[in-house]
Protein backbone atom coordinates (compact mmCIF):
# COMPACT_ATOMS: atom_id res chain seq x y z
CA UNK A 1 0.00 0.00 0.00
CA UNK A 2 1.21 3.27 -0.96
CA UNK A 3 0.14 5.10 2.45
CA UNK A 4 -1.76 8.32 2.97
CA UNK A 5 -1.31 10.40 -0.12
CA UNK A 6 -1.55 14.03 0.48
CA UNK A 7 -1.28 17.06 -2.34
CA UNK A 8 0.50 19.17 -2.44
CA UNK A 9 3.30 18.89 -0.60
CA UNK A 10 4.12 22.51 -0.32
CA UNK A 11 1.91 25.59 -0.89
CA UNK A 12 2.96 29.09 -0.57
CA UNK A 13 -0.07 31.75 -1.24
CA UNK A 14 -1.18 34.97 0.04
CA UNK A 15 -3.30 36.05 2.47
CA UNK A 16 -7.39 36.36 0.93
CA UNK A 17 -6.71 33.36 -1.08
CA UNK A 18 -8.55 29.93 -1.00
CA UNK A 19 -6.28 26.80 -0.23
CA UNK A 20 -7.54 23.60 -0.78
CA UNK A 21 -5.62 20.45 0.54
CA UNK A 22 -5.88 16.71 -0.31
CA UNK A 23 -5.74 13.51 1.22
CA UNK A 24 -5.85 10.05 0.48
CA UNK A 25 -6.31 7.44 3.11
CA UNK A 26 -5.12 3.85 2.98
CA UNK A 27 -7.70 1.43 1.47
CA UNK A 28 -9.90 -0.20 3.71
CA UNK A 29 -9.27 2.49 6.64
CA UNK A 30 -12.34 3.95 8.04
CA UNK A 31 -11.50 7.30 9.92
CA UNK A 32 -9.82 9.92 8.73
CA UNK A 33 -8.25 12.58 10.49
CA UNK A 34 -6.91 16.02 10.10
CA UNK A 35 -4.15 17.68 12.14
CA UNK A 36 -2.11 21.06 12.30
CA UNK A 37 1.17 21.01 13.58
CA UNK A 38 2.88 24.70 14.39
CA UNK A 39 5.89 25.18 16.82
CA UNK A 40 3.67 27.32 19.07
CA UNK A 41 0.47 25.27 19.32
CA UNK A 42 2.14 21.62 18.35
CA UNK A 43 0.11 19.07 17.03
CA UNK A 44 -3.41 19.72 17.23
CA UNK A 45 -6.60 17.59 15.50
CA UNK A 46 -8.86 19.49 13.70
CA UNK A 47 -11.49 17.04 12.40
CA UNK A 48 -12.20 13.44 12.30
CA UNK A 49 -14.38 11.00 10.25
CA UNK A 50 -15.74 7.69 10.68
CA UNK A 51 -16.94 6.35 7.58
CA UNK A 52 -17.35 9.39 5.16
CA UNK A 53 -19.14 11.49 8.07
CA UNK A 54 -17.71 14.25 10.48
CA UNK A 55 -17.61 13.01 14.34
CA UNK A 56 -15.37 15.54 15.77
CA UNK A 57 -15.02 18.91 14.30
CA UNK A 58 -13.92 20.80 17.69
CA UNK A 59 -10.66 21.22 16.76
CA UNK A 60 -11.70 23.36 13.56
CA UNK A 61 -10.25 26.67 14.30
CA UNK A 62 -13.02 29.12 12.93
CA UNK A 63 -15.45 29.04 10.20
CA UNK A 64 -12.84 29.56 7.10
CA UNK A 65 -12.20 26.05 7.59
CA UNK A 66 -14.09 23.51 6.04
CA UNK A 67 -13.20 19.70 5.96
CA UNK A 68 -15.11 17.06 3.58
CA UNK A 69 -15.39 13.56 2.64
CA UNK A 70 -16.94 12.70 -0.63
CA UNK A 71 -15.59 9.06 -0.65
CA UNK A 72 -13.87 6.87 1.21
CA UNK A 73 -11.08 7.48 -0.91
CA UNK A 74 -10.56 11.39 -0.85
CA UNK A 75 -10.66 14.11 1.65
CA UNK A 76 -10.24 18.24 1.23
CA UNK A 77 -9.74 20.74 3.70
CA UNK A 78 -10.32 24.04 2.36
CA UNK A 79 -9.57 27.29 4.10
CA UNK A 80 -10.96 30.31 3.14
CA UNK A 81 -9.85 33.19 3.14
CA UNK A 82 -6.43 31.94 4.48
CA UNK A 83 -4.49 34.38 7.00
CA UNK A 84 -0.70 34.26 7.81
CA UNK A 85 -1.61 32.53 11.04
CA UNK A 86 -2.72 29.53 8.97
CA UNK A 87 1.02 28.70 8.31
CA UNK A 88 1.69 25.40 9.62
CA UNK A 89 1.98 22.06 8.58
CA UNK A 90 -1.52 20.21 7.88
CA UNK A 91 -1.02 16.12 8.44
CA UNK A 92 -3.75 13.83 7.37
CA UNK A 93 -4.05 10.32 8.96
CA UNK A 94 -6.21 7.26 8.36
CA UNK A 95 -6.91 4.43 10.39
CA UNK A 96 -9.15 1.26 10.74
CA UNK A 97 -12.33 0.50 13.00
CA UNK A 98 -10.54 -3.01 13.81
CA UNK A 99 -7.26 -1.37 15.09
CA UNK A 100 -8.29 1.43 16.64
CA UNK A 101 -8.96 4.97 16.05
CA UNK A 102 -5.60 5.64 17.90
CA UNK A 103 -3.43 3.97 16.01
CA UNK A 104 -3.16 5.93 12.87
CA UNK A 105 -0.55 6.17 10.00
CA UNK A 106 -0.02 9.71 8.88
CA UNK A 107 0.69 10.80 5.80
CA UNK A 108 3.92 13.09 4.88
CA UNK A 109 2.17 16.45 5.67
CA UNK A 110 1.55 19.63 3.41
CA UNK A 111 3.92 22.69 4.15
CA UNK A 112 1.33 25.74 3.97
CA UNK A 113 2.63 29.28 4.45
CA UNK A 114 0.36 32.09 3.75
CA UNK A 115 2.21 35.38 3.25
CA UNK B 1 -9.44 13.52 27.84
CA UNK B 2 -6.56 12.06 29.86
CA UNK B 3 -3.89 14.96 30.41
CA UNK B 4 -0.08 13.50 29.79
CA UNK B 5 2.81 14.46 31.27
CA UNK B 6 6.38 13.59 29.58
CA UNK B 7 10.10 15.65 29.73
CA UNK B 8 10.38 17.92 27.11
CA UNK B 9 13.53 16.59 26.11
CA UNK B 10 16.27 13.78 26.67
CA UNK B 11 20.14 13.48 25.76
CA UNK B 12 21.51 9.54 25.28
CA UNK B 13 24.31 8.01 23.68
CA UNK B 14 24.21 5.32 20.69
CA UNK B 15 23.90 1.46 22.12
CA UNK B 16 22.40 2.48 25.70
CA UNK B 17 18.77 1.87 26.58
CA UNK B 18 16.60 5.00 26.87
CA UNK B 19 13.11 4.80 28.79
CA UNK B 20 10.88 7.44 28.61
CA UNK B 21 8.25 8.09 31.42
CA UNK B 22 4.67 9.32 30.47
CA UNK B 23 2.18 10.34 33.46
CA UNK B 24 -1.79 9.80 32.86
CA UNK B 25 -3.17 10.29 36.41
CA UNK B 26 -6.46 10.90 35.13
CA UNK B 27 -6.85 8.31 32.76
CA UNK B 28 -10.20 6.31 32.51
CA UNK B 29 -10.91 2.65 32.42
CA UNK B 30 -11.36 2.30 28.96
CA UNK B 31 -8.47 4.16 27.83
CA UNK B 32 -5.33 2.65 25.44
CA UNK B 33 -2.04 4.14 25.93
CA UNK B 34 -0.21 4.69 22.45
CA UNK B 35 3.33 6.16 21.72
CA UNK B 36 4.23 7.85 18.39
CA UNK B 37 7.86 8.93 16.86
CA UNK B 38 8.14 11.71 15.07
CA UNK B 39 11.15 12.83 12.59
CA UNK B 40 11.86 16.04 11.67
CA UNK B 41 9.35 17.05 8.07
CA UNK B 42 7.30 13.93 9.17
CA UNK B 43 4.19 12.92 10.06
CA UNK B 44 4.11 10.90 13.47
CA UNK B 45 4.51 6.88 13.31
CA UNK B 46 2.79 4.56 15.26
CA UNK B 47 5.36 2.71 17.67
CA UNK B 48 3.25 0.46 20.22
CA UNK B 49 0.15 0.28 22.63
CA UNK B 50 -0.89 -1.18 25.20
CA UNK B 51 -3.54 -1.42 27.84
CA UNK B 52 -1.75 -2.67 31.25
CA UNK B 53 1.61 -4.69 31.99
CA UNK B 54 4.20 -5.19 29.70
CA UNK B 55 3.97 -4.88 25.50
CA UNK B 56 6.99 -5.48 23.37
CA UNK B 57 7.38 -5.11 19.72
CA UNK B 58 10.03 -4.69 17.14
CA UNK B 59 10.91 -1.34 18.08
CA UNK B 60 9.96 -1.10 21.98
CA UNK B 61 8.51 -2.22 24.65
CA UNK B 62 6.17 -0.69 26.93
CA UNK B 63 5.61 -0.79 30.23
CA UNK B 64 2.60 0.17 32.66
CA UNK B 65 2.03 -0.25 35.95
CA UNK B 66 -0.96 -1.98 37.66
CA UNK B 67 -2.33 1.30 38.91
CA UNK B 68 -2.21 3.03 34.71
CA UNK B 69 -1.30 6.03 36.07
CA UNK B 70 1.72 6.17 33.84
CA UNK B 71 3.97 4.40 31.34
CA UNK B 72 7.70 3.85 30.12
CA UNK B 73 8.23 3.28 26.58
CA UNK B 74 11.83 1.49 26.38
CA UNK B 75 14.43 2.20 23.17
CA UNK B 76 16.80 -0.72 23.66
CA UNK B 77 20.35 0.66 22.31
CA UNK B 78 19.36 3.43 20.88
CA UNK B 79 20.97 4.49 17.43
CA UNK B 80 21.48 8.15 16.03
CA UNK B 81 18.69 7.12 14.18
CA UNK B 82 15.90 7.26 16.74
CA UNK B 83 16.67 11.03 17.36
CA UNK B 84 13.13 11.99 17.72
CA UNK B 85 10.34 13.69 19.32
CA UNK B 86 8.02 10.46 21.23
CA UNK B 87 4.49 11.42 21.97
CA UNK B 88 2.61 9.58 24.39
CA UNK B 89 -1.20 9.47 23.79
CA UNK B 90 -4.20 8.13 26.67
CA UNK B 91 -7.60 7.62 24.77
CA UNK B 92 -10.68 5.82 24.31
CA UNK B 93 -10.33 3.56 20.99
CA UNK B 94 -13.71 2.54 20.11
CA UNK B 95 -14.39 6.23 18.20
CA UNK B 96 -16.13 8.58 20.56
CA UNK B 97 -12.90 10.78 21.53
CA UNK B 98 -10.71 12.70 19.75
CA UNK B 99 -6.77 12.69 20.58
CA UNK B 100 -4.59 14.56 21.94
CA UNK B 101 -0.73 14.76 21.12
CA UNK B 102 0.65 16.92 23.54
CA UNK B 103 4.31 18.62 23.69
CA UNK B 104 6.12 15.12 23.14
CA UNK B 105 10.29 14.15 24.68
CA UNK B 106 12.45 15.29 22.47
CA UNK B 107 15.26 12.35 22.33
CA UNK B 108 18.67 13.73 21.09
CA UNK B 109 21.00 10.27 20.88
CA UNK B 110 24.89 11.30 20.39
CA UNK B 111 27.57 9.06 18.83
Known amino acids: DAGVIQSPRHEVTEMGQEVTLRCKPI?????LFWYRQTMMRGLELLIY????????DSGMPEDRFSAKMPNASFSTLKIQPSEPRDSAVYFCASSSWDRGLDTQYFGPGTRLTVL | LAKTTQPISMDSYEGQEVNITCSHNNIATNDYITWYQQFPSQGPRFIIQGYKTKVTNEVASLFIPADRKSSTLSLPRVSLSDTAVYYCLVGDITGRRALTFGSGTRLQVQP
Open chain 1, 49 to 56: FNNNVPID
Open chain 1, 27 to 31: SGHDY
